[in-house]
């Protein structure tokens, strides 16, 4: 690779490619071209770096600048500026670095100084479409020494004593999951990777796919020598366009360096990856269901035992890991098991990915040390609720996961105490909650992707999360009693216990948590008819206050006319035509509108 | 992929390409050029240039190269300040193409600064 004397870095993950980083990209290049500065300056597209809600971004090396929010037009006075005189761009640079006496590094800002990068320690860092960049970083080392140093066993011993648990959300033991594909007899084995992503408002193993795919790659291929495979499948949802392009990308480059094929790094061991789209159902992300799905039947789960690593995938051995489980793999043989168990808890291992979205300052990705506290992760990392608002709770683990109220804060983030407050870890969503969302609105909304994505095989989830989702509509539609709250809790009960799959045992999750910790709006809703977070239409009024001038806006504004008055006097709405679309309350500048 | 060689080949000729992304570069030597519009007119895009050729071919992969604003002594541009660690900054003034072969290898290689090219010399 040629010697250059600045790296322009900008990321081409799905948030800030949304937000036009190609035409960034484009841009900086021509602007590049036209001062003449090709020949020392390179701009390289890399995958997320976590600060999705500052995209695009760039980063200009060897300085490190950090610029947040670019637009195409900004390019030309990067490159005037910062490239040709050196000059950096303060305007643009992201607020936290900017400090009296200069720049500050971008790890000391309040969203990275807490992080700890394992699973994404490539992400933002190399061009994930050069091999050669990620080989740079200690790339396909780890396979290496694997293939002419280390029996299979060793690796197996390797991963097992590193604690890593299966970072898909069960937090199954990897090394002991690895050992029983290996133990199992078969002479034709599987490795698969489950890269189907299913939680709203998840994206770590996007990201990761986006960012560094050839980690993923030489994992599984490890894990192929590991149990004696020859053959694995990745099996990624099709919405996710870049991850597919770059992994292919990264397949194609393996094979061409010989890390995928036969007689790899002079061994007699081959090994060869296919990719699988999923077509994005929910239960595909269970393990039974997506084997199923590759084998080109329909995406239901089966009842286990057998497990895969004994019957899996056409019936063979299986080893099924999730893709952040397989980006820590070559790290951990990199580094040792005895770097990898310093970080964290007792009990849970590493660090974990979180896609921080909802009401929260810094969406994006983040990677955590376990036994960080969600406190931390919420208001010092992620920036707290915008607009001053009150925290009000943290989901996590998706429509498997349960609300965790503000009391359980600073909890710290482990399998085992996530499950001891009724929710879980999760693949890694976390979406969190300020003071203006209902909490029986919310299970509602997850229901209502339950409901959807239900395969329909077995009668508890199939029927029952629809007669959940319906009381819960009856619920803020202001139809409920105080006896539906006790059939609520019956009902979860009944779900979770006699459900074929993991997506029918853990659908009751958020109703149950949020019946839990915010039983108060439950009752509100069933006793006063009220709705605390003034979110459920049915249980609002729309009023005019004294506030009122009488300027008719609002009676402009109104699309069903319910709102009359003269100039100059107070106006009414009328309740009976009223639809609750909230245009008034937008459009009154005197806040004489008021929901009750 | 034969060998671990092969890999580690591939790797060290890469590696010495993305260095200057590494944050942890304490023990780094920056040369930093003055580019601001006097430096400029004097003539420090082509010595920033020679830098970078000549800090590529020896593999320098410590050193980064990076530019400035104005200095203020505009009348000695283009002017080139080698920062390392645990040393004082030395300035070079009036720098051409030829004379950054010398201080590469001189100064940035083996550790002698070329004195007469110094600002200390010139004034």
């Known amino acids: 690779m040629e010697i250059v004397r600045s790296h322009i870095l900008v990321c081409a993950g799905t948030g800030c490619h949304a937000s036009n980083s190609d035409e960034i990209v484009e841009a900086l290049q021509k602007h590049i071209e036209t001062e003449k500065m090709d020949k020392e300056v390179r701009v390289i597209k890399t995958g997320c770096f976590g600060l999705c809600a500052l995209g695009p971004v760039v980063v200009v090396y060897p300085e490190g600048a950090f610029y947040s929010r670019v637009t195409p037009e900004d390019a030309g006075e990067i490159v005037r500026e910062h490239i040709v005189k050196g000059r950096i761009v303060t305007r643009l640079l992201y607020q936290e670095t900017v400090q009296e006496e200069g720049v500050s590094s971008l790890s000391e800002t309040p969203f990275y100084k807490k992080q700890f990068r394992v699973a994404l320690r490539n992400c933002g860092v190399i061009d994930p479409e050069n091999i050669d960049e990620y080989i740079a970083f200690d790339g396909y080392s780890a396979l290496g020494r694997a293939l002419t140093e280390q029996t299979p066993q060793e690796i197996i011993d390797i991963i097992s004593k590193s604690g890593l648990r299966g970072r898909g959300g069960a937090g199954f033991p990897t090394g002991r999951k690895w050992q029983f594909a290996a133990a199992a007899q078969g002479d034709v084995k599987y490795v698969v990777c489950n890269a189907d992503e299913g939680d709203p408002g998840a994206f770590m193993d996007r990201s990761v796919l986006e960012g560094d795919p050839h980690s993923v790659v030489e994992a599984m291929t490890i894990a192929g020598y590991a149990i004696g495979a020859h053959e694995g499948y990745l099996y990624v949802r099709a919405e996710y366009p870049i991850a597919v392009k770059r992994l292919e990308i990264a397949i194609r480059q393996a094979r061409e360096y010989g890390f995928l094929g036969k007689g790899i790094f002079g061994t007699g061991f081959d090994f060869d990856l296919i990719i699988r789209l999923g077509a994005g159902a929910f239960v595909c992300g269970e393990e039974t269901a997506l084997l199923a799905s590759i084998e080109g039947r329909r995406g239901e789960p089966r009842p286990r035992p057998p497990f895969p690593a004994v019957k899996g995938l056409f019936a063979k051995p299986t080893l099924l890991n999730n893709v952040e489980t397989y980006a820590n793999i070559p790290w951990i043989l990199q580094n040792g098991w005895e770097e990898f168990t310093k970080i964290g808890t007792e009990k849970s291992k590493g660090t974990k990915v979180f896609a921080l979205g909802g009401k929260i300052h810094n969406t994006g990705l983040v990677e955590v040390p376990m036994g960080t506290t969600l406190r931390e992760v919420v208001e010092e990392i992620g920036g707290g609720c915008p607009g001053g608002k009150a925290f009000k709770a943290a989901q996590t683990g998706g429509p498997s996961g349960g609300c965790i109220p503000a009391e359980h804060l600073d909890i710290p983030i482990e399998y085992e105490t996530l499950m001891s407050i009724g929710s879980m870890m999760g693949s890694g969503g976390l979406i969190v909650m300020d003071e203006d969302n209902c909490m029986v609105d919310i299970a509602r909304y997850f229901l209502d992707f339950t409901v959807d994505e239900s395969c329909g095989k077995c009668a508890p989830c199939r029927i029952g999360t629809r007669r959940l989702y319906q009381l819960l509509e009856k619920i803020t539609g202001g139809g409920g009693t105080p006896e539906d709250l006790d059939t609520l809790e019956v009902l979860c009960k009944h779900i979770s216990e006699n459900s074929l799959c993991g997506l029918g045992q853990t659908a009751p999750n958020p109703v149950l948590s949020t019946l839990r910790y915010f039983r108060d709006e439950y009752e509100a809703h069933v006793r006063d008819k009220k709705c605390p977070a003034r979110v459920c239409k049915d249980l609002l009024q729309y009023k005019i206050t004294d506030a009122c001038i009488g300027c008719t806006a609002c009676a402009r504004v109104c699309p069903t006319d319910a709102i009359t008055g003269k100039v100059k006097e107070l106006h009414v709405i009328d309740q009976a035509k009223c639809i609750k679309c909230g245009a008034c309350e937008e459009k009154c500048k005197f806040k004489a509108i008021i929901k009750e | ?123």
């Open chain 2, 1 to 123: 992929m034969k060998s671990l060689e092969e890999l580690k080949a591939i790797r060290e000729k890469t590696l010495a390409g993305i260095q200057l992304r590494k944050e942890d570069g304490a023990d780094n030597v920056r040369v930093v050029v003055g580019m601001a519009t006097c430096g400029i007119a004097a003539g420090a895009r082509p010595v920033l240039g020679a830098f970078v050729d000549e800090i590529g071919k020896r593999g320098l992969s410590h050193v980064s190269v990076t530019q400035t604003g104005c200095i203020g002594v505009c009348r000695l541009e283009p002017v080139v300040e080698v920062y390392v660690p645990g040393e004082e900054k030395v300035t070079y003034v009036k720098m051409t193409p030829e004379m950054v072969q010398r201080i590469v290898a001189e100064h940035l290689v083996n550790q002698q600064i070329v004195s007469e090219y110094t600002i200390g010399a010139a004034e």
